[in-house]
């Protein structure tokens, strides 16, 4: 029965058309219904790699964050240990914060003398000075060790520094005089004046103490200023007023000896003037900064810039020079620094100069002449007896000329390294003279860094000096509200 009812279906489906072949069904599947689950959404996957994008950003962020807050001093150490593979390096003094705390002397160690790295001649770097400006180092030579710093001061800087230094007043250069002269060369008024470094009316410990002169005309010998620091130590107020010194000092100061050059030449001045600025507390805003700019341009301890010499400003008339000279002095077992003398309460019979680096400053631009001279820097066959008498002749011979350029600065170390971080033997090759102003003036102020190749006797001043200074900050503004702005 059933199979007649398929075949008369199938008859029925055939009289309708043409007659095609049966095909059964497919067989039944399982259909496996997917629904829309909400991780395969694209507007999900979106918003995951969304916030997956912006944590990897936020992982670069941060540590990009902590290599330039932590790791950037080292870089730039690393940067100047490595050959120059560029035209030019940034050099990053330290803060002035960091330069004081490294300025501490502990107890039988002195701090370190870092030194500049000249690399090359012509090799320029990059300091900060002052804040928001940078100003370019560029090598001059190597032997010595020698830079220029274009625009160490600005043009109205310049011309505050020698206002001011009108205002102190101007002597003559001293002269060298013989040694058997008894002429008394400056009253005991003026002699007061010249060593009253800040002006207030009263000479001071560190005043004494700090006294480095003897290079370029000291105005006492070596008994003279030990009299005059034992009528301070017995004077009750810790000062001397200028009718005390009077009475301590009598009738006894006369000009020294200037300072030798080479082969023992005195190095000496013709036609110029000179007067000092103290760079410490109580002076101008610009003396001040000054003393900051050669710290931070040194890179050497504050405490060392505090106690050096004062600012010496130098004006040459026309026809003005000074003969070839070192500012420095070789060292000598006869001998003692000037400035740590009294304080290594040394019995030597000689005193020199102690200067490890000289910081020049042009203060005009000389219409003609007037260049600085270092005739041997970088000869590489120096000798002596070749070169003739350079403590005249240096002019015509140099084998380096400077042309001053209102605000530039010139920096050279006077002594090379001991291989230790300390002061090693006199550079020879340091020699330098102010050749003639043929047209016009010439005008210079020179900062001296005091450093005693004795690291004990330097120690010991740094202790006595720097104790002086706080206790005198202790106790009070009772002298500096005489302080003058000079």
Known sequence: MVEYQHNSQSSESCSDGPSTPFRPPPP??????????????????????????????????????VHYNTGAGEVLKSEQTLPDRSPSVTLSPPALGEIHSASVVSSGRVFHLPRLEGIRVGH?????????????????????????IPGFLSLEECGVVMQLAQLKGLTASPQPAPLDSQEEQLTQDELFSLLDLNQDGFLQREEILSLSLSNDGSWLSSYDLREIHMGLERNPAGVLSLQEFRQVSGNMFRHGGVGQGLYGQNQVRQKSTQTRLFLGEGTHHLLKSIRNRVT???????????????????????GGYSHAHH???????????AHTHLAANSSAPNQMSCRYVTVMLFLNLVDGGGEQSFPVADNRTYEEEALGDLSQQYCA??????????GTALLWYNHLSDGNGWVGELDEFSLH????????????????????????????????????????????TEHNELHQDL
């Open 327 to 337: 500012d420095s002095s070789p060292s000598h077992p006869d001998s003692c620094c």
């Open 28 to 65: 039944a599947r399982d259909c496996l219904r997917l629904q829309r689950s909400s991780v395969c959404s694209r507007a999900y996957f979106v918003v995951v790699m969304v916030f997956f994008h912006l944590y990897i950003i936020n992982i670069i962020a941060l540590l990009l964050y």
């Open 433 to 476: 003279g102010d050749c003639m102003v043929t047209r016009g003036s010439k005008w210079i102020g020179s900062v001296w860094i005091n450093v005693d190749p004795d690291q004990e006797r330097q120690e010991r001043y740094q202790r006595l000096v720097s104790g002086q200074h706080f206790r005198l900050e202790e106790k009070g």
């Open 124 to 148: 320029l770097q990059t300091v900060s000075l002052i804040p928001d400006r940078s100003h370019t180092l560029r090598t001059l030579s190597l032997k010595p060790l020698l830079f220029e």
């Open 296 to 318: 931070r341009l040194t890179r050497l301890p504050s405490s060392l810039v505090d106690l050096s010499e004062p600012l010496e400003v130098v004006r040459y008339e026309q």
């Open 397 to 406: 011979k140099g084998n380096l000329k400077i042309k001053p350029v209102a």
